[in-house]
């Protein structure tokens, strides 16, 4: 059975930073593109980031160029998601998920975790 657990969210003020992770169980991560998404209230689910198993290559949406980083520790079976300088467009509730091939910022990911809140205040 597949769980993705994420954690690490919380309230952070403009500005500041906040690293997000995703415990994967059931799959290994090291076989698996991981990625992670977030829904804002209203808003439709966007993809942020995603690492590909094969060359660790990664793919993000061009708000969060620059200010957040996905990374993985295969040893531990958990990804990461690095968010620096936030600001009040990045509330939302983030999302792992999983999947074995395919394009890295598609929607087509079979497994999802529950997601972590993340809140900007400004």
């Known amino acids: 059975q597949v769980q993705l657990v994420e954690s690490g969210g919380g309230l952070v003020q403009a500005g500041g930073s906040l690293r997000l992770s995703c415990a994967a169980s059931?799959?290994?991560?090291?076989?698996?593109?991981m990625a992670w998404f977030r829904q804002a209230p209203g808003k439709d689910r966007e993809f942020v980031s995603a690492i590909s198993w094969r060359d660790s290559s990664t793919d993000y949406v061009d708000s969060v160029k620059g200010r957040f980083t996905i990374s993985r520790d295969n040893a531990k079976n958990i990804i990461y998601l690095q968010m620096n300088t936030l600001n009040d467009e990045d509330t939302a509730v983030y999302y792992c998920?999983?999947?074995?091939?395919?394009?890295?910022?598609?929607?087509?990911?079979?497994?999802w975790g529950q997601g972590t809140q993340v809140t900007v205040s400004s």
């Open positions: 059931g799959l290994p991560i090291s076989t698996y593109i």
């Open positions: 998920a999983a999947k074995r091939y395919g394009r890295l910022g598609d929607y087509a990911y079979p497994y």
